[in-house]
């Protein structure tokens, strides 16, 4: 276990696998069963080989929730766009730092467009990879699968990363959330947190035909002795 000064634990369902057809029910449904933030999933078909949706999406879950909302950019050059999911009302604005060539500008960027700043790892990627950037970010997202779709199979290593990584945020700004995204469900949930993670994602394991939000959330927070 990870010694952390008191970063609240939160749980973040992914619409990724929501019925976009009733989006608004279904992020409403996350809400009213006790979500801590939503998690909105941005790709191009460039950075990752899918393709989503833009600001205008994050417009219409702004417009159906209070909660905050993480816009995670799976984009090329992010920086392009973040005024756009700025104003569209993202609360927390997560660029990959594989995927921008000045990463310091783009986090400034953010800062200066009054949002929270996220920075995100591809599993490959090394954890040295925030360590210049870490003193300016409120949040990193270590992915525990390789982004662009929901439903896949948690990467084992991840747990190591993020263990260490705790250790590096602890070093240079200790009241940074650490976020794992990726192949997160009841099994597995209190692992990650053990290792460090105090955001949690989880797309198919909230957003699926087994159970509704609320028993999904419900069983989540029972994997992690909450309930
Ligand atoms: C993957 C996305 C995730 C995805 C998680 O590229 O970044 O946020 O929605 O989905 P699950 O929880 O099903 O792995
Ligand atoms: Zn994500």
């Not at 905050?68 to 609360?91: D, K, N, S, W």
Request: contains cysteine; charged residues 20%.
């Amino acid at each position: 276990m990870v010694a952390r000064p008191n970063l609240p634990l939160r749980i973040a369902p992914s619409i990724l696998t929501a019925d976009f057809g009733h989006l608004r029910g279904a992020v409403q449904a996350a809400e009213e069963a006790g979500a801590d933030a939503i998690h909105l999933d941005v790709m191009d078909g460039r950075f990752v080989p899918n393709l989503t949706f833009g600001p205008l999406v994050v417009q219409a879950v702004r417009d159906a929730t209070d909660l905050p909302l993480e816009v995670h950019l799976m984009i090329e050059e992010p920086e392009r766009y973040l005024a756009a999911f700025a104003q569209a009302g993202g609360t927390t604005l997560t660029v990959h730092v594989e995927a921008t060539c000045h990463l310091h500008r783009t986090v400034q960027q953010i800062v200066d467009l009054g949002c929270r700043a996220g920075v995100a790892l591809n599993p490959g990627t090394p954890i040295q990879a925030v360590r210049e950037i870490a003193p300016f970010v409120d949040l990193v997202l270590v992915m525990s699968v390789n982004p662009g779709f929901g439903g896949q199979r948690f990467i084992q290593t991840a747990t190591s990363k993020l263990r260490r990584m705790r250790r590096l945020l602890d070093e240079f700004n200790p009241t940074c959330d650490l976020e794992v995204d990726g192949g997160i469900g009841p099994e597995n949930v209190a692992e990650v947190v053990r290792h460090g993670a105090n955001v949690v994602v989880a797309g198919s394991a909230v957003y699926n035909d087994r159970g509704s939000v609320a028993e999904n959330l419900q069983a989540l927070r029972a994997g992690l002795g909450l309930a």
